[in-house]
């Protein structure tokens, strides 16, 4: 799994090779296969391993989302691999997304909404729309580092910098709306 991920996360689906996976992880190329049965089965292997991990090490509270977006932004420039693989799986147009059957993303917006309509958060935005923006921003910035984070000699400052960027953010746009009768956008008016 190791050495899938490191190919997958380097080439993606398409430009993935079994025989260097094989070679690297010092395994049977055809017993790849015949354990995991192609290339794409693999790779939502990998993915899901990595996702599963996300989902029982970054917890999610609808009501502290600042902080669950500081968390999941730790994660992510700690494992820079699994947001490789997550563009990869949306550059590929791959049609199965794992963990998807009621996974915790479907929880999550559950919970977003039921914060909006007990008026604890701000409902402009559809939870789903709201989830995707939190998840964007909290984890762009390994596949941008823009910072160069991982060489700069002051990266924990800038880390700490950006950590406290998203939090503010985070809670700007889900602060309870002051003015009465806002009415929620819908997906189509975004």
């Not at 490191?6 to 260097?20: K, P, Q, S």
């Not at 729309?129 to 909290?138: E, G, K, R, S």
């Not at 953010?169 to 975004?190: E, H, K, T, Y």
Request: net charge negative.
């Amino acid at each position: 799994m190791e050495a899938a991920t490191l190919e997958f996360a380097m080439y993606g689906i398409a430009g993935a090779r079994v025989d260097r996976i094989a070679n690297l992880a010092k395994a049977n190329k055809s017993l790849i296969y015949e354990y995991f049965g192609n290339k794409e089965q693999l790779f939502q292997s990998v993915l899901q391993r990595h996702l599963a991990e996300v989902y029982q090490t970054v917890h999610f509270s609808a009501v502290d989302l600042p902080d669950y977006a500081t968390k999941l932004f730790d994660f992510a420039m700690d494992h820079p691999h699994l947001m490789r693989l997550v563009m990869w799986n949306g550059l590929e147009k791959q049609p199965h997304w794992p963990l998807d059957d009621s996974s915790s993303l479907d929880a999550q917006v559950r919970a977003i909404r039921r914060q909006q309509e007990q008026g604890q958060m701000d409902a402009t935005y559809p939870p789903e729309f709201l989830l995707t923006l939190i998840i964007t921003l909290a984890s762009a910035w390994t596949a941008a580092n823009p910072l160069g984070m991982s060489i700069a000699p002051d990266a924990d400052a800038k880390r700490a910098s950006l950590r406290a960027a998203i939090a503010s953010a985070v809670q700007r746009l889900c602060m309870p709306s002051p003015r009465a009768g806002d009415q929620p956008l819908g997906v189509g008016q975004l």
